[in-house]
């Protein structure tokens, strides 16, 4: 069995590298490797070399390697999330660091076992073609420090289970997370197939310029997702682009607010906020408004937050000081328009950690930045709407459209308002769930591409008719 010990010595280094701290103490963890652009040519290169011969395994044994990636996550499970609570600091409980752990297993399995996705498309007696994904070759996978692991084996899974091998770049804030995946799918997975490249950003600049790169999987912010866009096109590599999101809910009038407050507050608070796919704006119906404010009061001051390693904690600090500076500033803005903060808004700022209390921001201006800039973090601005067609209006006023939610003690009304939201998800009566089989992804300014499923697949390779 890994111990978080040994899994750390692993992936750290006695050398030069980034001092990781642990954002919950300010205490040191160990330092982190980190390579030079010239590393990632060399990366693509071995994977480009190693890539044929993983591609003749074909399916099944792919598969069967996944799987068996799979028993190593669950075998060294602890220890993985161990190194996720202290470097990324999200808690060892609640929808935090072991959920994580458990979804990378639980994606492995289902893209392993997901059918092929070739296709017949005529066959009439006259003409015959099939549809078949090909693998692409190398592909460059690149992610953001607040899910780490689960987002990284969102873009490897089905990237190596389609023939490719993969470059994944993990975000400077959470090397080590990244690193300590790769090092146990790596017990598994043959030389050279999975490379990780641990550094900054130009990492992953050059991985998107690298002509032998078929294939780029980005989660993060719009902004460097348009740097990517740009940077991609002279050697027209495929994208896949997972970006920011400001998921708005809409809360119907027929609603039991006491019945759907922790619902929302995970919606809006699973990993204190830092999530691409929360709820970041909760436009409520006036009937139910002040019933609605009061049940989250309740649920989220009842929710401890603290250190990671404390197994009662559920909410932990802000990844970075960047990011608590960010929910600051908003916080700090909708104050001073006179909004109503009915809970938090008022952090310790003296203290090594970067935490953010749980925060509910009430009667604020539909057009305050706490709404229409994303936040990513634990502060949910709750804006109080009479019409309809107004809030669903103010819903589909911004350039993103990642997820959103419709909450309804009738489906069939939820279900005609979600067809009216601009988003890649509508979920009724929760938010943000995410299911293998279940095809995710943006629209707008949120990205484009999906992940998941059969869906999945075939964005990590290319198709090929093969007619006669
Ligand atoms: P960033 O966009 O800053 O970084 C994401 C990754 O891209 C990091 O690994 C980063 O490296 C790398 N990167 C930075 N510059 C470049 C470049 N020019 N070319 C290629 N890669 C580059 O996002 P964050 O890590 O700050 O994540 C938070 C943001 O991501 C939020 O806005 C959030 O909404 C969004 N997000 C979206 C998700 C989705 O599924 N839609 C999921 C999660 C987050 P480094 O950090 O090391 O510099």
């Not at 900054?200 to 460097?224: H, N, Q, R, Y």
């Not at 809030?391 to 069939?412: F, Q």
Request: hydrophobic letters at 45%.
């Amino acid at each position: 069995m890994t111990t978080y010990e040994s899994l750390l010595a692993a992936v750290t280094t006695d050398g030069d590298g980034r001092e990781v701290l642990d954002p919950a103490t300010g205490e040191r963890i160990g330092t982190a490797p980190v390579v030079d652009t010239a590393a990632v040519g060399d990366a693509v290169a071995r994977a480009a070399a190693a890539q044929p011969a993983w591609a003749a395994l074909g399916h099944a044994e792919r598969s069967a390697l996944l799987h068996r990636a799979a028993d190593a996550v669950e075998a060294s499970s602890e220890a993985l999330a161990e190194i996720l609570s202290r470097e990324q600091g999200k808690p060892l409980n609640g929808p935090n660091a072991r959920f994580e752990v458990g979804a990378c297993a639980a994606w492995l399995r289902v893209t392993a076992d997901t059918p092929t996705p070739t296709q017949v498309v005529v066959d009439d007696g006259t003409d015959f073609a099939e549809l078949h994904y090909r693998p692409i070759g190398v592909v460059g996978a690149i992610t953001p420090w607040n899910w780490p692991m689960m987002i990284a084996i969102w873009q490897l899974a089905p990237a190596l289970r389609m023939g490719n091998t993969v470059v994944a770049k993990p975000s400077q804030y959470t090397l080590l997370s990244g690193l300590a995946l790769v090092e146990v799918l790596n017990t598994v997975l043959p030389a050279d197939v999975l490379i990780a490249v641990p550094g900054s950003g130009e990492l992953g600049a050059a991985l998107v310029t690298d002509p032998a790169v078929g294939k780029i999987m980005f989660t993060g912010s719009t902004a460097t997702g348009k740097k990517i866009i740009e940077a991609s096109a002279g050697n027209v590599t495929r994208l896949t682009l997972e970006l920011g999101g400001n998921d708005a809910g809409i809360v119907l009038p027929d609603v039991d607010p006491k019945a759907i407050a922790e619902q929302l507050f995970w919606g809006a608070f699973i990993n204190t906020g830092q999530t691409c796919a929360a709820l970041k704006r909760l436009y409520v119906h006036d009937d139910v408004y002040d019933a609605v404010c009061e049940a989250l009061v309740d649920v989220a001051g009842a929710m401890p937050m603290g250190v990671g390693l404390d197994e009662a904690n559920v909410l932990g600090p802000l990844q970075n000081a960047m990011q608590f500076d960010v929910v600051d500033r908003l916080v700090e803005a909708a104050k001073a328009s006179g909004a109503r903060v009915l809970l938090g808004g008022d952090p310790e700022r003296t203290q090594p950690g970067h935490f953010y209390p749980a925060t509910l921001v009430a009667d604020i201006d539909p057009a305050n930045a706490l709404v229409v800039e994303e936040q990513f973090g634990p502060a949910l601005p709750i804006i109080r709407y009479s019409d309809l067609d107004d809030a669903i209006a103010l819903a589909n006023g911004l350039d993103v459209g990642l997820g959103a939610s419709v909450w309804s003690a009738d489906r069939d009304r939820a279900r005609e308002v979600a067809a009216r939201i601009q988003a890649g998800t509508v979920w009724i009566n929760s938010h943000g769930g995410v299911h293998p089989m279940i095809p995710f992804g943006g629209v707008k300014q949120s990205g484009y591409g999906l992940e998941f499923g059969a869906e999945g697949l075939k964005a990590v390779a290319v198709p090929q008719v093969v007619n006669g």
